[in-house]
């Protein structure tokens, strides 16, 4: 075989090993600017409750009413694996639901959050907190459950809102009971070049 063909087809060869060894994230477009700003978004989907409990197996209402659920979350992304309550307790301004006699509520509810300064974030976790807000005649309030729903830092990060895909439908960690009680989300993230959170 003539040698300049053999040197070409040696090339070809080294060229196409080597490619397979570089990481997928060095041929992006994306390089991840980690010192813009990230928008972390997160969707609440539903919580599935369809026995109408609490952590403890009875029923939310004794005549077999629905739960009078009250929620509250917030995103931690400083102690995403930590036991409860992780980063801080929850605060009168992270609840975000009230609802009666409804023990499998559809949240679709947004959480956001922005980092200003997200080059040491890997992963984050949408803690929420439910109660059976009874009171009165009906009894005393209950603790339903706590979730953990837990969530990673892509690889690759759109550089824009239009084009961030959302993760596909993901299940949140019950504290107790699972899975007669489950909760559902989604998430994604984007930088954020221009935030005015960030001025």
């Known amino acids: 075989m003539d040698s300049v063909l053999k040197f070409a087809l040696l090339t070809i060869i080294f060229d196409s090993a080597r490619a397979q060894l570089i990481p997928f994230s060095v041929f992006s477009t994306n390089n991840n600017n980690q010192s813009s700003p990230l928008q972390i978004e997160v969707l609440l989907l539903r919580f599935d409750n369809p026995n109408g409990i609490v952590y403890s197996g009875k029923k939310c209402d004794f005549f077999a009413w629905g739960c009078d659920i009250s929620a509250f979350g917030y995103i931690d992304v400083t102690r995403p694996y930590d036991e409860w309550p992780g980063e801080r307790d929850m605060r009168g301004s992270d ?51 706590n979730f953990n729903c837990i969530f990673s830092k892509p690889g690759v990060i759109s550089s824009n809102e239009q084009s961030a895909p959302w993760s596909r439908e993901m299940t949140c960690d019950a504290m107790y009971l699972q899975p007669m009680m489950s909760m559902y989300f989604k998430y994604r993230m984007f930088y954020q070049p221009n935030s005015w959170a960030c001025k």
């Open 95 to 145: 609840h975000f639901w009230y609802k009666s006699e409804e023990s499998s509520p559809r949240f679709n509810r947004m959480f956001t959050l922005t980092l200003c300064d997200p080059k040491a974030f890997s992963a984050g976790n949408l803690r929420v907190h439910m109660m059976d807000i009874d009171g009165g005649l009906r009894g005393a309030d209950d603790f339903i459950n």
